[in-house]
Nanobody, 116 residues
Framework: QVQLVESGGGLVQAGGSLRLSCGASRSIFSFAVMGWHRQAPGKQREWVAKISRTDSTTYADSVKGRFTISRDNAKNTLFLQMNSLRPEDTAVYYC??????????WGQGTQVTVSS
């Protein structure tokens, strides 16, 4: 098992930046893929970005070129650098991963609000 705790959310003006962190309760090196999702009010949770153990990254079209996902295995932490934020990026952001048995783990989420 692993506990994931997100931090770094907040209120920012459009065009601004935020860096989200996701701390894990144990080593994240064993997780083949870790990712970020978000859920806006009244909408379904959507995938944002993912990163593999080998640091291969993939992004949703809506954030490509603006967001950067990274992982620090030594610190057991996943990051999401968000630049050029837009009001439509407003959502609760969650980190997630899946272990080798196929069990999914999610953090409690961190709120990001972008004002216009």
């Amino acid at each position: 098992q692993v506990q994931l705790v997100e931090s770094g959310g907040g209120l920012v003006q459009a065009g601004g930046s935020l860096r989200l962190s996701c701390g894990a309760s144990r080593s994240i090196f064993s997780f083949a893929v870790m990712g970020w999702h978000r859920q806006a009010p009244g909408k379904q949770r959507e995938w944002v970005a993912k990163i593999s153990r080998t640091d291969s990254t993939t992004y949703a079209d809506s954030v490509k070129g603006r967001f950067t996902i990274s992982r620090d295995n030594a610190k057991n932490t996943l990051f999401l650098q968000m630049n050029s934020l837009r009001p439509e990026d407003t959502a609760v952001y969650y980190c997630s991963t899946t272990d080798r048995s196929g069990t999914d783990y999610w953090g409690q989420g961190t709120q990001v609000t972008v004002s216009s």
